[in-house]
């Protein structure tokens, strides 16, 4: 989907209720403000200048009579009334426009969040958090602007402006035509004006976006920077693009400021304009001194209407271009949506396979070729090759990060297609080797927000090693970890992970070195505590350390993204193969052969 200012007022126009409550109150408030600025001047004519009757002669049949004081008197207390009046109609009608617009943006953040949701990997690789943040904010607050601009003020100002065009026609038909015929040049110098200002404050919006999303980089990635001694480049990085939105800022500030009293100014110099022309009509035609006041007062009347129109102008130029940024949000690709049509997850156990599977993250890189990989159900399968080889990708395509480019995915022999992507990540558990924390506690890292009991967590932690640890921390569970879990030690956070797949209690458990950084005898009794875990379910482990290798059923070698040799430990030795080679390697490296 996309976004567009036609699908913004159709959603606007679904509020069918409150629009119309709305649209009621407007003509209300204009009703009683357009005949306003007629009154007090009328009385110059019959009270001052005793020219004409009208409504001195009515306020005497139908209220009382009274003298001259009477009739100021009752005349100010009836516009004093009326204008309060107005105001009141007008608070009125803000609250419940106001309602509408926030509910719109509400349903746009939420669009773009569940668009979000479902982002390709390879989509999300390529963001920027920060920009995408900056998108979700600030251009869904411009829209905010337009929609609560124009839906709130745009009907009371036009039916104010027809009312006060039918009232200035009826004073001096000639003297209104003037004023209606001036009027739109002033509007469209207006426009114009208003379209060069738009793209300024595009810029402007740029600049922010780009501040933002360097900023938020530096931050996740504070630690390393520190860490490199690079505080000085990242952060005069960072000043030069705050530098650039204050040159944005500035040019878009002042010009729109500029544009604004330029457009104000051309409103004044009319206003002049007819208040000349007005006194050329009671000098050479029969326009009367009070109406010729009560002309001046609708001049004025006048403005808070047009320069809300010319608002809408901006606002509107600006939501276009907002618009255009937030489409950039709905333009990234999702991940493919399979239909759920069977779940081979409530089997007992569940197995994978992999035919003829072939996927690079780009097109013209290939990682995996022709993969044929099977772990059958309840099986330990062990995966192991060089570096760079392919082993995680491996990995992440069968816990449904990637969609594969060809060959076929299945769990129980049906194919992902037929299962969902969501449902696969729902079963398939992968423990990555720096696995990513967030800043919150313990628990919340475990549980990820699902309800799990506390005995249920302790079992996990205790399994996992970390019992006696957490045990010693002075809030236990609720201990915060700190961003990216930085309070905790490599090793620590990696026990928290494999706790947190203990309480998933996924059928196919996926583990990416995820010990590496556990010392030999706490690796050992780790695993010792999760023989009875690995025994209920099927497990594929991407290990260096022989003594895991071993226990694997069967292994699979990896190279340059093939499958080189396959077979159970012995089989593989025999062969004298690059399992041979591999594991004298690795044994070496760990001590552990
Ligand atoms: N998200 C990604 N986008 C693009 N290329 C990637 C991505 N992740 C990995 N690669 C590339 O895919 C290849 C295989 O990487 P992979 O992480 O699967 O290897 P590995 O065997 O798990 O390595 P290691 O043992 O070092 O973890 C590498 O050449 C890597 O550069």
């Known amino acids: 989907m996309s976004l567009s200012l036609k699908k913004i007022f159709d959603t606007i126009k679904s509020y069918k209720k409150a629009l119309i409550a709305g649209n009621i109150v407007a003509i209300l408030a204009a009703l009683v403000s357009v005949p306003t600025p007629l009154l007090i001047p009328v009385l110059v004519d019959e009270v001052l200048l005793k020219k004409s009757d009208t409504l001195t002669h009515w306020l005497d049949t139908h209220i009382m009579p009274m003298d001259t004081l009477g009739y100021v008197l009752t005349i100010l207390l009836a516009t004093v009334f009326l204008r309060f009046l107005y105001t009141a109609l007008s608070i009125l009608q803000t609250k419940i426009f106001m309602q509408i617009s926030k509910d719109v943006t509400y349903r746009i953040r939420v669009q773009a969040l569940e668009h979000l949701k479902r982002i390709s990997m390879k989509a999300y690789e390529t963001s920027h958090s920060g920009s995408i943040s900056s998108k979700l904010v600030t251009d869904i607050e411009t829209i905010d602007t337009f929609i609560a601009s124009t839906v709130s003020r745009l009907i009371i100002s036009v039916l104010s402006l027809i009312g006060i065009a039918g009232v200035l026609f009826w004073i001096h038909w000639g003297l209104a035509l003037f004023i209606i015929i001036l009027n739109p040049l002033v509007i469209t110098f207006t426009t114009k004006l208003a379209r060069k200002v738009s793209k300024l404050k595009k810029e402007e919006n740029l600049a922010i976006d780009l501040f933002q999303s360097a900023l938020t980089e530096t931050l996740d990635l504070f630690g390393q920077i520190r860490a490199s001694n690079q505080e000085q480049g990242f952060f005069s990085q960072l000043t030069n693009k705050a530098r650039n939105i204050r040159e944005r800022s500035i040019a878009f500030g002042w010009k729109s400021d500029a544009a604004n009293r330029i457009s104000y100014l051309t409103f004044l110099a009319g206003y002049e304009v007819f208040r000349a022309a007005s006194i050329l009509a009671v000098a050479f035609s029969d326009l009367s ?227 590496s ?61 690059v399992y041979m080679g591999y594991i004298q390697q690795s044994g070496a490296c760990n001590g552990v052969v």
């Open 517 to 577: 950084a556990l010392d030999v005898h706490t690796e050992a009794n780790l695993y010792e505590a999760l023989e009875p875990f690995f025994e209920k379910r099927t497990t594929i482990m991407i290990a260096h350390r022989l003594s895991t290798i071993r226990k694997a059923d069967y292994i699979y070698v990896l190279e340059k993204g093939r499958i080189v040799e396959e077979g159970t430990h012995e089989e593989l030795l025999k062969e004298e193969g």
């Open 289 to 515: 001194i009070g109406m010729m006041l009560a002309v001046f007062g609708y001049l004025w009347y006048m403005v808070t209407p047009v320069q809300d129109i010319l608002g809408i102008q901006y606002a509107l130029h600006n939501a276009r271009a907002a618009v255009a940024r937030i489409n950039e949000i709905f333009d990234m690709p999702i991940e493919p949506e399979f239909p759920h049509k069977k779940n081979p997850f409530t089997d007992e156990q569940v197995g994978v396979k992999l035919e003829n599977v072939n996927f690079g993250y780009s097109e013209d890189t290939q990682i995996l070729k022709d993969i044929c990989f099977e772990a059958k159900p309840s099986q330990r399968i062990a995966l192991i090759g060089a570096s760079g080889s392919g082993k995680t990708t491996l990995a992440q395509l069968i816990v449904g990060f990637y969609p594969i480019d060809s060959g076929r995915l299945l769990f129980n022999g049906i194919d992902v297609k037929e299962i969902g992507l969501d449902v696969v990540r729902e079963h398939v558990n992968l423990v990555l080797q720096s696995p990513k924390l967030f800043n919150d506690t313990i628990r919340f890292n475990i549980t990820l927000g699902r309800e799990i009991s506390e005995d249920e967590i302790w079992k996990a932690l205790e399994m996992a090693q970390m019992k006696s640890v957490i045990e010693d921390f002075e809030k236990g569970l609720d201990t915060v970890v700190g961003r990216d879990g930085i309070k905790l030690s490599g090793g620590q956070r990696q026990r928290i992970a494999i706790a947190r797949m203990i309480v998933a209690d996924p059928k196919i458990a996926i583990l990416d070195e995820s010990t």
